[in-house]
């Protein structure tokens, strides 16, 4: 049996490590990309003739000098949905009238998403997240109640469900500065459905170790963690595994406008995978050894020069 809660000081430290990457590349500018939805702009339906495909549109964006814009094309009920960035009047014009040249411009279909509107829609976002993180602290706290120190549970869950953000966030920056790929609300809704997922997947672990400190198989917390996490871990692999293949099978066939959404929640799944088995116990293990104020001593400090 592989001793997971021995080598939870070189779990910690990969954590560390993947969480500062994160942070860094998705806070640098450059990095995460908000999309239209999030900065707002010009929105312009195209009824398509005979001879009109999503590449002529391509084409023809990419000619008229919005390149950039041609990644956020949507196919929609026979229709093209065209999203742009902030044009002045002039420039909308300019655009119905180009694109007047191989489909038919759909005036109710144009419109105009303001800054404001677009930012409020990502603040909501984040909120949401925010608070779906808060509940479930509050949450686990309370189901583990009978535990002694339930909320460190909680914050064990918490903690590896932020660990799998943090990575998604971090290679999604990766991308955007990369391939130019930007943050959608289909990738909002994916990091919704990693925070359940992933979630979950920590709960079965975390719960097992209740059950099996209750029971009293060993006066070693280390012990408890160890034999918990090897119970669980075949479970967590498969599942896990099982899921990454049909998202794969998705991915690889279905793709386009859901690609952001398929390619969060792979990676989610695969770094809820390692957290849930590598991270959420090892941390109740430093917990419960009172190993923080040791990590804190660790950090090196400047020497004072003696007068």
């Known amino acids: ?140 706290t309370l189901a583990f109640r009978k535990v002694p120190h339930s909320i460190r549970y909680g914050t064990a869950a918490v903690a590896a469900l932020v660990f799998n953000l943090l990575v998604v966030l971090g290679i999604f920056s990766i991308l955007g500065r990369v391939l130019g790929w930007e943050i959608d609300p289909m990738f909002i809704t994916a990091i919704l459905a990693i925070i359940g997922y992933s979630v979950n997947d920590s709960i079965v672990v975390l719960d097992r170790i209740r059950e099996n400190k209750a029971r009293g198989i060993s006066p070693d917390y280390d012990v408890t963690v160890n034999f918990s996490i090897s119970q669980t871990l075949v479970r967590s692999l498969n599942t896990s595994i099982t899921t990454l293949l049909a998202v794969l099978a998705v991915y690889l066939i279905v793709g386009g406008p859901i690609r952001s959404f398929l390619l969060a929640l792979f990676l989610g799944i695969v770094a809820g995978a390692y957290s849930s088995i590598f991270v959420a116990g090892p941390l109740l293990v430093f917990w419960e050894r009172r190993e923080w104020g040791k990590l804190i001593s660790w950090i090196p400090r400047p020497r004072k020069d003696k007068a």
């Not at 995460?32 to 964006?61: S, Y």
């Not at 694109?99 to 909501?124: C, D, F, H, K, L």
């Open 1 to 140: 049996m592989f001793n997971f809660a021995a080598k939870r000081h070189w779990f910690l430290l990969v954590l560390v490590i993947v969480v500062v990457f994160g942070v860094v590349s998705a806070a640098v500018p450059g990095g995460l990309k908000l999309g239209w939805d999030f900065r707002g702009g010009f929105q312009l339906t195209l009824a398509p003739n005979e001879e009109t495909t999503i590449d002529t549109v391509k084409d023809k964006l990419t000619e008229l000098g919005y390149g950039e814009a041609t990644g956020r094309v949507q196919e929609t009920g026979g229709s093209y949905l065209l999203l742009l960035g902030d044009l002045s009047e002039e420039d909308q014009e300019n655009l119905r009238t180009e694109m007047g040249t191989i489909g038919t411009v759909v005036q109710e279909g144009t419109g105009y998403i303001s800054p404001a509107v677009a930012s409020e829609t990502a603040r909501n976002a984040a909120i949401a997240t925010g608070l779906a993180m808060v509940a479930m602290l509050i949450y686990i």
